[in-house]
C-alpha cells in the first residue's frame, strides 16, 4: 500500500467516527455556516505575487516542519505579509494539524482560507464550511470523475471554491469540470514524494483558460515563481519554505518583498 493509500484509509475510519460525534445537523447549525465566503480565485487573478501559504507542522515526507509556532500568529503574519490566501492543514494524524486550527485561523484573520485535507467524503466538506474555509481542496488522486463531481457541486451549492489537484494528464483529463474554480499542479508526487517544478511546466497548457492555475509544493525561492508565471501560473501555494522558519509571517513578507 502506497501512503496515499494510507492516509485516505485511515481518513474513511476517522470520518465515519465524526459523523457519529457530530451529526450533519449540529455542523448546520454552527455560527460560521451561514456567512459571506471570501473568493481566493478572485485575489489570485487581480495580484501579481499569487502567494497562498500554508500553515504545516510536519509532513510524511519531512517528518518535523515546525512545533513551536502557533496558528493565530501566523495567519495574523501571513496576512500583515501581502499574501492572498492562507491554506490551513487539518489532518492530524499525518500533518498534525485540527480543525480547530483552521478555526483559530478563521478567528485571527480575513484571508481566503482553504481547508487542506484528503476529502473523500460530503461530510467533511460541510465541516470546512462550519469551522471557517473558504475553499476545499479536492485531490484527483483519490477521487473518481463521478466524486469530483459531486463534491464541487456540493461546494459550489456552499459557496465554497473547490481547488482541484492534479499531478499528471490522466488526472487532469478526469477532473476537468465547470464546477471548478481553480487547477492546482502538486510538484511533490504523493506517492513517491519526489518533487519537480517541470511538473507544474509541463501541465500547464494543457490546462483550459477559464482555471486559475496554481503551482503548488517545493516552490522555496523567488526564482521558482519567476520561472513559473510565463507558463500562466497567478498561484503559488508554499508551505515549509515559511514554517521551517522562527517567524512564518516575517518570513512570507521578505518573500513578497523581493517578489
Ligand atoms: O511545503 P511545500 O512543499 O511548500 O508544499 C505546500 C503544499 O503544496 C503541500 O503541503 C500539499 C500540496 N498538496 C497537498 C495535499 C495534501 C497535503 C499536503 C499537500
Redesign the pocket.
Given at each position: 500500500m502506497n501512503i496515499l493509500e494510507k492516509i485516505t484509509n485511515d481518513k474513511r475510519t476517522e470520518v465515519n467516527l465524526r459523523k457519529q460525534l457530530i451529526p450533519i445537523k449540529q455542523l448546520e447549525q454552527s455560527i460560521l455556516f451561514e456567512r459571506n465566503t471570501i473568493s481566493l480565485s478572485k485575489k489570485l487573478k487581480a495580484s501579481n505575487t499569487g502567494i497562498i501559504a500554508?500553515h504545516?507542522r510536519r509532513?510524511p515526507s519531512k517528518q518535523v516542519i515546525n512545533h513551536n509556532l502557533n496558528v493565530f500568529d501566523v495567519a495574523k503574519g501571513y496576512e500583515s505579509a501581502g499574501v492572498c490566501g492562507m491554506s490551513v492543514?487539518t489532518d492530524g494524524k499525518y500533518?498534525g494539524g485540527s480543525l480547530d486550527d483552521l478555526l483559530t485561523a478563521r478567528a485571527s484573520c480575513h484571508l481566503p482560507l482553504l481547508r487542506?485535507e484528503?476529502i473523500i467524503d460530503p461530510y467533511q466538506i460541510i465541516e470546512a464550511k462550519a469551522y471557517g474555509a473558504d475553499i476545499i481542496?479536492l485531490?484527483a488522486a483519490i477521487l473518481t470523475n463521478a466524486e469530483i463531481k459531486q463534491f464541487s457541486e456540493l461546494a459550489k451549492q456552499l459557496n465554497l471554491e473547490v481547488l482541484l489537484?492534479v499531478h499528471n494528464v490522466e488526472e487532469l483529463h478526469k477532473s476537468i469540470m465547470p464546477s471548478l474554480d481553480m487547477l492546482g499542479v502538486?510538484n511533490?508526487n504523493?506517492k513517491t514524494f519526489e518533487v519537480s517544478l517541470e511538473t507544474s511546466k509541463k501541465l500547464s497548457n494543457l490546462i483550459p483558460e477559464d482555471f486559475v492555475k496554481v503551482s503548488?509544493?517545493?516552490?522555496s525561492s523567488v526564482e521558482a515563481i519567476k520561472q513559473l508565471q510565463p507558463f500562466g501560473y497567478k498561484g503559488f501555494?508554499?508551505?515549509?519554505?515559511f514554517m521551517k522558519t522562527n517567524n512564518a509571517g516575517e518570513s512570507a513578507k521578505q518573500f513578497i518583498e523581493n517578489l
Open positions: 500554508e504545516k509532513s492543514l500533518f487542506k484528503f481542496l485531490i489537484e502538486n511533490r504523493l503548488e509544493s517545493g516552490i501555494l508554499i508551505g515549509e519554505n
